[in-house]
């Protein structure tokens, strides 16, 4: 199965009597990078959680083109890629046994030659067998990103990329993320760094409270427009 | 069916290589259990004699104690780097991550039986040799039978701030049947003359309970993990 469009309808989610998302409804096309902004706690984990199909909205539903995430169920989840805030991976392993047994849980055809990509692409190819729990938070990061690249997924659901990496990873990662959007993978990116997030994104949704806030508009730069629909300025 | 069973080996394998290098549960799984066995020999051996029957109870006290650490432990794991949640998102049968989680769980507590079934023979001079097949038979069946409604409760309750006190409340009195299943077995195979027909009694009864237990779990697992 393959997508080239994902769409949130009205997606709400409350646990228990707490609202996390209400009303939340956007659109987005393969080539795009979304940015999702808000400050903590706004509900960007949320929607990325949902998103991956992890969590089920509890009104509203995302279509992932023709397909909805109870429909295509595996299939689906073969087409998604999630960084998350935690990074996914066993520190007790090394960094190739990590991304190899993705590979092989994602049943890659050719698993040994997507890990040796991704320890590459990582920039990890010298530190591969040694354990993850050794590694600083950028190379972990690095490895993470990797990890979610494994099997090229169209949609790549991405939370805090940017954290704990120096200013030239910034730049590899900015980099890496232009040319899956030029490849035609569909990417979301919940982040607060505005000034890397500028460089990156084609479109972005403000989230305040659960909701989406009103895009001040396209004429200002990022960060004015941010405060402007966070309502502080 | 082949999807499936190769899912399971991954995870199983994966669990056992975080295991062998980290030697975290089975360590402290050891070292408790055999604690427990301990202080009731402390306690109950008076002047080398052990007070009959008690043998089996221990043995399986130790084992379900023992079990519980573990099980909390193995998804403990899970959550701290969120790992579960790459688990769930692979396009992989999500009984099969289950049924791996299960079997790594299953080969744990089969070490820490082996150590303690040695120690209760020492200690409690229990016939442990006396029908080995049997009793193999019956702690392999009754640690199914408790770590696959084990298994299913610590993944269920990986999120829950409580997990550690709402295990072991969810999952004692659900599995006190496979419990006496395997104290009665045990406690016939453990006599002087060795009551096989009983033993195999209860065995049939903690086959049953697996098949319940496992068809559940599996049957339930997916639709739990997904919130």
Same mark, same amino acid.
């Given at each position: 199965?393959?997508?080239?469009?994902?769409?949130?309808?009205?997606?709400?989610?409350?646990?228990?009597?707490?609202?996390? &998302?209400?009303?939340?409804?956007?659109?987005?096309?393969?080539?795009?990078?979304?940015?999702?902004?808000?400050?903590?706690?706004?509900?960007?984990?949320?929607?990325?959680?949902?998103?991956?199909?992890?969590?089920?909205?509890?009104?509203?539903?995302?279509?992932?083109?023709?397909?909805?995430?109870?429909?295509?169920?595996?299939?689906?989840?073969?087409?998604?890629?999630?960084?998350?805030?935690?990074?996914?991976?066993?520190?007790?392993?090394?960094?190739?046994?990590?991304?190899?047994?993705?590979?092989?849980?994602?049943?890659?055809?050719?698993?040994?030659?997507?890990?040796?990509?991704?320890?590459?692409?990582?920039?990890?190819?010298?530190?591969?067998?040694?354990?993850?729990?050794?590694?600083?938070?950028?190379?972990?990061?690095?490895?993470?990103?990797?990890?979610?690249?494994?099997?090229?997924?169209?949609?790549? &659901?991405?939370?805090?990329?940017?954290?704990?990496?120096?200013?030239?990873?910034?730049?590899?990662?900015?980099?890496?993320?232009?040319?899956?959007?030029?490849?035609?993978?569909?990417?979301?990116?919940?982040?607060?760094?505005?000034?890397?997030?500028?460089?990156?994104?084609?479109?972005?949704?403000?989230?305040?409270?659960?909701? &989406?806030?009103?895009?001040?508009?396209?004429?200002?730069?990022?960060?004015?427009?941010?405060?402007?629909?966070?309502?502080?300025? | 069916?082949?999807?499936?069973?190769?899912?399971?080996?991954?995870?199983?394998?994966?669990?056992?290589?975080?295991?062998?290098?980290?030697?975290?549960?089975?360590?402290?799984?050891?070292?408790?259990?055999?604690?427990?066995?301990?202080?009731?020999?402390?306690?109950?051996?008076?002047?080398?004699?052990?007070?009959?029957?008690?043998?089996?109870?221990?043995?399986?006290?130790?084992?379900?104690?023992?079990?519980?650490?573990?099980?909390?432990?193995?998804?403990?794991?899970?959550?701290?780097?969120?790992?579960?949640?790459? !688990?769930?998102?692979? @396009?992989?049968?999500?009984?099969?991550?289950?049924?791996?989680? !299960?079997?790594?769980?299953?080969?744990?507590?089969?070490?820490?039986? +082996?150590?303690?079934?040695? !120690?209760?023979?020492?200690?409690?001079?229990?016939? +442990?040799?006396?029908?080995?097949?049997?009793?193999?038979?019956?702690?392999?069946?009754?640690? !199914?039978?408790?770590?696959?409604?084990?298994?299913?409760?610590?993944?269920?309750?990986?999120?829950?701030?409580?997990? *550690?006190?709402?295990?072991?409340?969810?999952?004692?009195?659900?599995?006190? @049947?496979?419990?006496?299943?395997? +104290?009665?077995?045990?406690?016939?195979?453990?006599?002087?003359?060795? *009551?096989? +027909?009983?033993?195999?009694?209860?065995?049939?009864?903690?086959?049953?309970?697996?098949?319940?237990?496992?068809?559940?779990?599996?049957?339930?697992?997916? @639709?739990?993990?997904? *919130?």
């Amino acid at each position: 199965m393959d997508f080239t469009r994902l769409a949130a309808i009205d997606v709400g989610r409350h646990f228990g009597r707490r609202k996390a &998302l209400s009303q939340i409804t956007f659109e987005c096309r393969a080539g795009e990078i979304l940015g999702l902004l808000g400050p903590n706690g706004a509900g960007k984990s949320t929607l990325l959680s949902i998103l991956a199909t992890l969590l089920t909205p509890s009104t509203g539903r995302v279509e992932y083109g023709t397909f909805s995430a109870d429909s295509a169920g595996a299939a689906l989840r073969s087409r998604l890629g999630l960084l998350g805030h935690d990074l996914y991976l066993y520190p007790e392993l090394t960094a190739r046994e990590n991304l190899m047994f993705f590979a092989q849980l994602y049943a890659l055809s050719e698993p040994a030659r997507a890990v040796a990509e991704g320890l590459e692409h990582a920039a990890l190819s010298g530190r591969a067998d040694d354990q993850v729990g050794g590694f600083s938070r950028g190379m972990r990061q690095r490895l993470a990103l990797e990890r979610a690249l494994l099997h090229k997924p169209r949609l790549l &659901l991405l939370d805090e990329p940017f954290t704990g990496l120096d200013q030239a990873s910034v730049a590899a990662l900015s980099a890496r993320l232009k040319g899956l959007r030029d490849q035609g993978s569909l990417i979301v990116l919940a982040t607060h760094d505005l000034d890397v997030a500028e460089d990156v994104i084609s479109r972005s949704l403000f989230l305040r409270d659960g909701r &989406l806030a009103r895009d001040p508009g396209p004429a200002r730069d990022l960060r004015t427009r941010y405060l402007q629909a966070m309502g502080q300025s | 069916m082949k999807a499936f069973l190769r899912v399971a080996w991954l995870v199983v394998r994966k669990d056992l290589t975080v295991e062998i290098r980290s030697l975290e549960i089975l360590s402290t799984t050891v070292f408790f259990a055999v604690t427990v066995v301990l202080v009731f020999s402390f306690g109950l051996i008076k002047e080398g004699r052990a007070p009959e029957d008690v043998a089996a109870a221990i043995l399986w006290i130790a084992m379900a104690f023992a079990g519980t650490l573990a099980l909390g432990r193995t998804f403990d794991r899970e959550r701290q780097n969120e790992t579960l949640r790459a !688990l769930l998102l692979a @396009p992989a049968d999500r009984p099969a991550l289950y049924a791996g989680k !299960l079997l790594g769980m299953l080969f744990l507590l089969a070490l820490v039986e +082996v150590l303690l079934v040695l !120690l209760v023979g020492l200690l409690f001079q229990a016939p +442990v040799f006396s029908s080995p097949a049997l009793l193999i038979a019956l702690l392999v069946s009754g640690s !199914l039978g408790f770590a696959s409604v084990g298994t299913l409760f610590a993944a269920m309750l990986v999120r829950a701030r409580s997990r *550690d006190v709402l295990l072991p409340i969810l999952l004692y009195p659900i599995t006190v @049947p496979v419990m006496i299943a395997g +104290v009665r077995g045990t406690a016939a195979l453990f006599q002087a003359a060795p *009551d096989e +027909v009983m033993a195999r009694f209860w065995l049939a009864l903690l086959l049953f309970f697996d098949a319940v237990f496992v068809t559940l779990a599996l049957w339930t697992f997916e @639709p739990l993990m997904t *919130d």
